[in-house]
């Protein structure tokens, strides 16, 4: 079921929500990213923001092997693979990486995912891997 964007959420936010659920549904329940997507995207109103959700899930997808050695090279002990922890970093790194998004926008729109999590673990994994 779709969660609504919280009023409080930064802009932008809500995309990188939804992209978390299309990266889950994909490794976790092993839908088609095509399949997952149009039930995803329709919670969110904008259509550049449902283009910019779908956009950074196919590339952490795409990249995933080369962005799971950047995770596990910045970090002492391995995150497994199903941590929430390790899906919001694949979907930080592809912004930054591939999409070319400024890190300071990825960090402000990827850590509110991880509300109650390892924030700054994730912070300071990103931040290792673009030094």
């Known amino acids: 079921m779709a969660r609504p964007p919280a009023t409080d959420?930064?802009?932008g936010v809500p995309a990188r929500r939804a992209a978390l659920r299309l990266l889950d549904a994909v490794l976790r329940r092993?839908?088609?990213?095509?399949q997952a997507a149009p039930p995803v995207l329709r919670a969110i109103?904008?259509?550049?923001?449902?283009?910019?959700a779908l956009a950074i899930?196919?590339?952490a997808l795409r990249w995933?092997?080369?962005?799971?050695r950047l995770i596990d090279g910045a970090t002492r002990q391995i995150l497994p693979e199903d941590a929430k922890a390790r899906s919001v970093l694949r979907l930080m790194?592809?912004?930054a990486l591939r999409l070319?998004?400024?890190p300071h926008a990825v960090i402000a729109t990827g850590l509110p995912l991880l509300s109650g999590g390892p924030r700054r673990l994730a912070h300071g994994v990103f931040s290792a891997v673009l030094r």
């Open 9 to 11: 959420e930064l802009p």
């Open 30 to 34: 092993g839908d088609p990213l095509d």
């Open 45 to 52: 109103e904008r259509g550049d923001d449902r283009a910019l």
């Open 57 to 59: 899930a196919a590339e």
């Open 64 to 68: 995933l092997p080369d962005l799971d």
């Open 93 to 95: 790194l592809a912004q």
């Open 100 to 102: 070319g998004l400024p």
